[in-house]
Each structure stands twice: as structure tokens, then as C-alpha cells.
């Protein structure tokens, strides 16, 4: 497939069912629900994603980054490691459990896998007094987690933070941490699904058994003695780590004129609708709570519309090939 084929895409969310999830998926977002189940997360760019406009219609991001490599997520990205960003919306109406995710390296020792898990965290919604883990008390050792996760009271060693809508979270990996009932969170990652479930507060599945926990990977990894603090951003740029970036630009009645940098840009519409054009090619139309991406051959792209759209981008490690 050659980049002339590529066009602005409009992608197809996959909503998953989560023990702990909601309905605010489809009471804020609009997202259709197929079954009263509790929906908790909405993959809205991912490999399994699927075009929903144009000739490429059906095709999965899978699917095209393979046949088109740079061309769709720019250069310093192997095409067979896959699309190397997720972004998904969590609706949290339990505790999600305490987790920890591995870095790079850990990730390719311990499982083998070519990425770890790098995230941030974006409020869409938060109910009165909603809270985050991010990281372990001070002065907490590896035995003390353990004993208290062998003895069910590890969220006395939690940190924990009231957010609201507009904070922002970034979390490295590495970061022992949860995400609380009541919120509902835009989550821009790498694109890895390894997580180290430490703890979840003695719940069972939605099968009726009780959940697997990663204890001993999990306490290799967790860093005990740093944790992130929440951020409300003045400017546009929201989160600014080293795997990723994400802008928020609200709009008016103007255009906003933006260059890709040779990387792919996904763009998620929070509030009103908003379109998006590749100069020189097609646009697409994108309401509340769809997203689209602007793939990375395309220099220049323009969005317009009344309305507010988080931007999103890789950034490739100044140590990674290429």
C-alpha cells in the first residue's frame, strides 16, 4: 500500500467489559452499549481499531501499519511491534486494582514483549471527591507491601489525590497505582497491555473467581519512592513525557493550522464536533467522543469546528533506532 492512499481516518472505538466499569460511556460519550454489562473501557486507537471512512474502510490499524509502515506512524517504529500508542476512555464506577507497569526493559526481560507501559491520565469527569493512587507512603519497604497484600490491607500504604475534571496525571512506568469509582478518564499510553496487578481490594470477576494478582513482578518493578503529582495545566500542552504528548485546543470560529512533524497525530473530540482536514486531501468529521487520526505522511493538517479535541502524538526516545 503507498502513502497516496492514505487519507484522514476516522476509527471505530472497542468497548470492553470491566467488573468495575459503568455507564458513563455512554451517558457522556455518547457510545452505544451493546448489553447492560459494565462497559469500563473504550479503545479508541489501537490496533484493533477499524476504519470507518474512505476506501480503507474496515481495515484495522493492525492491518494498515503493517502495509504501510512509516508512512502511517512515522519512522523509529518497527511496523511488526504494531501501532505503538493506545488511547482508550476508562469509566471507573469501582476501584480499579492497584497495579504497576514495567518500563522497556523490564518488559523485554520479563516478558518479552517491546514495550512497557508508560500512561497519562486525563479527567473528563469526576464525581464529588473522587480519588487516584499514585504511589506508596514514604518509608514503605517491599516487605511491608507484601505483608499487607498478603493480608488484604494494602490501601493503608496508598497515596492518594482528589481530582477533578481538567486534572491531569501523568504516571511512568514503574508508578504503583489506581484509578477511583466515579471518574471517567481519557488515557493516552504506550501500546502495551502488561500490567502487574498488586492488589484488588478482594474482589472477584464478574465470573465469580477471584482476580489473578503479579506479585513478584509487580514489586520488581514498583518504584517505591517517587510518585507523580496531579497537574492542572494552563496551556495547551496537557501531558509532555518521553514516550508521548497530548494538547488540548479548544475552538472557536477559526481555523487551527498544525504540522505533524512526520508523526501520526490522533485527535479525540471532547466537546461539540470538530473537523478535520490533510491539506490537499479529505476531511472528517468527528462529535463527542470519536476519534480520528492523521496519519504520518501528511505534513500539515487543519482542524476547525466549535469545540474542544485532545491531540495526541508519539515521541520516539532519543536511545530507540532511528
Given at each position: 500500500m503507498r502513502a497516496a492512499e492514505l487519507y484522514p481516518l476516522k476509527l471505530e472505538p472497542r468497548l470492553h467489559v470491566k467488573v468495575w466499569g459503568g455507564g458513563r460511556l455512554k451517558t457522556h460519550l455518547n457510545k452505544p452499549q451493546p448489553s447492560n454489562e459494565p462497559y469500563g473501557e473504550?479503545?479508541?486507537?489501537?490496533?484493533?481499531s477499524i476504519v470507518s471512512n474512505g476506501a480503507l474502510s474496515g481495515k484495522s490499524l493492525r492491518e494498515l501499519t503493517t502495509a504501510c509502515g512509516a508512512a502511517l506512524i512515522g519512522s523509529g517504529n518497527d511496523p511488526q511491534d504494531g501501532f505503538p500508542l493506545l488511547a482508550k476512555f476508562i469509566d471507573a464506577e469501582q476501584w480499579l486494582s492497584i497495579q504497576v507497569h514495567p518500563n522497556d526493559e523490564q518488559a523485554l526481560e520479563l516478558e518479552g514483549e517491546p514495550r512497557g507501559k508508560a500512561e497519562a491520565w486525563i479527567v473528563v469527569h469526576a464525581e464529588e471527591g473522587a480519588r487516584l493512587?499514585?504511589?506508596?507512603?514514604?518509608?514503605?519497604?517491599?516487605?511491608?507491601?507484601?505483608?499487607?497484600?498478603?493480608?488484604?490491607?494494602?490501601e493503608n500504604y496508598m497515596r492518594y489525590a482528589e481530582v477533578r475534571e481538567g486534572d491531569v496525571l501523568t504516571i511512568p512506568a514503574n508508578t504503583v497505582h489506581a484509578l477511583g469509582p466515579g471518574l471517567l478518564v481519557y488515557e493516552i499510553q504506550q501500546s502495551s497491555d502488561t500490567t502487574y496487578r498488586l492488589y484488588d481490594w478482594g474482589r472477584r470477576d464478574l465470573d465469580g473467581k477471584p482476580r489473578q494478582l503479579y506479585i513478584d513482578k509487580g514489586l520488581q518493578v514498583a518504584n517505591l519512592d517517587h510518585a507523580p503529582e496531579v497537574a492542572r495545566p494552563d496551556i495547551d500542552l496537557v501531558v509532555d513525557g518521553e514516550h508521548f504528548a497530548t494538547w488540548r485546543h479548544e475552538l472557536g470560529n477559526d481555523d487551527l493550522n498544525l504540522e505533524t512533524d512526520g508523526v501520526f497525530q490522533a485527535l479525540t473530540c471532547l466537546e461539540g464536533e470538530i473537523r478535520a482536514a490533510a491539506v490537499g486531501n479529505e476531511s472528517i468529521a468527528l462529535a463527542k467522543g470519536e476519534t480520528g487520526l492523521i496519519p504520518a505522511c501528511f505534513e500539515e493538517f487543519a482542524l476547525s469546528g466549535?469545540?474542544?479535541?485532545?491531540?495526541s502524538c508519539q515521541r520516539i526516545p532519543q536511545s530507540s533506532p532511528g
Open positions: 473504550s479503545w479508541e486507537l489501537h490496533d484493533t493512587v499514585i504511589g506508596v507512603e514514604p518509608g514503605a519497604s517491599r516487605e511491608d507491601i507484601a505483608a499487607a497484600i498478603s493480608e488484604n490491607r494494602l466549535v469545540g474542544t479535541v485532545l491531540r
